[in-house]
């Protein structure tokens, strides 16, 4: 059973009913194209003592990434709860609260873990090496580059779209302290010999809620990631991953209140196939 997932505007739809006082109409079934990604070739690169690996990371598989896909629960008034009167015969929101839970991004989906190892016989150095992605449709997308601009973002995209998760001090230190010590791939590395750099190759793009997400996804069908004049044994090399993308269909019950299904804002009818996209083994 899929544990429940909240986008960041899952609590916009609580809040919007409980204003409101709407009663919600009865839950339906609708079939829902889950998009994955897979790479076209499963195995590693290696070149001249040089072995990079990359996993696609989507909000199908997120969950096996918990650096950049944590489950978090926060507490949000309880939109079942009895008002109360008080002065002058006013309704008081009563003050019970319930708990809530969801997996929380912290960088933009899709993103991309990556691993190299080097074993040149000297540092590797990412300082003139080129990270270039685009889509089926040969459209470029920039990455980012450090985790400052990753903080500023998801700190905005919280506080406007959950209040309540925003308004935990201490789970939201903890959160932008994991955004701090998230490993982002950037020119700045340089790998030992005989080590290993394991971190994220983190897309800059529009995915803030489940809609552009899914609507992103829709766009494309596939990917290409490559890493452009990296220093390996015998010169420069390019070392290139291709991914396409496929629809898993999945059956979702949804409230009725929900004009525009997603697994964020309904529950699986069905238990989901294993997650796609494991993280490159050394």
């Not at 000297?122 to 450090?146: I, Q």
């Not at 932008?176 to 790998?191: K, R, Y």
Request: net charge neutral; glycine share 8%.
């Amino acid at each position: 059973m899929r544990t429940t997932h909240h986008s960041l505007h899952s609590s916009l739809t609580i809040l919007a009913v409980a204003a409101c006082g709407c009663a919600s109409t009865k839950a339906y079934q609708t079939s829902f194209d889950v998009p994955t990604l897979a790479l076209k070739e499963k195995n590693d690169v290696v070149m001249q003592g040089v072995q990079m690996g990359l996993a696609p990371i989507t909000r199908e598989n997120e969950a096996s990434y918990p650096q950049v896909a944590r489950l978090v629960k926060w507490r949000e008034p309880d939109p079942g709860a009895p008002h109360t009167t008080g002065a002058e015969g006013r309704a008081v929101p009563s003050s019970a609260t319930v708990e809530r839970s969801g997996i929380i991004e912290l960088v933009p989906l899709p993103t991309f873990f990556v691993g190299i190892a080097n074993n040149t016989g000297s540092s590797l150095s990412l300082s003139r090496v080129k990270f270039e992605v685009e889509d089926n449709a040969h459209r470029p997308y920039s990455v980012v580059l450090s985790t400052e601009p990753l903080r500023q973002r998801f700190f905005g995209d919280i506080t406007g779209a959950n209040p309540f998760l925003a308004g935990d001090r201490a789970l939201m230190e903890q959160l932008m302290t994991q955004i701090s010590s998230l490993p982002i791939l950037n020119p700045a590395i340089t790998i030992p010999n005989g080590g290993v750099w394991r971190g994220y190759l983190v897309l800059d793009i529009n995915t803030r809620t489940a809609k552009e997400y899914y609507s992103l996804m829709k766009s494309i069908q596939g990917f290409t990631v490559r890493f452009k004049d990296v220093p390996t044994g015998a010169g420069s090399s390019n070392f290139v991953f291709e991914m396409d993308k496929a629809d898993r269909k999945t059956m979702l019950t949804c409230p009725g209140e929900v004009s525009d299904p997603s697994p964020e804002r309904c529950t699986a009818a069905q238990a989901p196939s294993a997650p796609s996209g494991e993280p490159p083994k050394r």
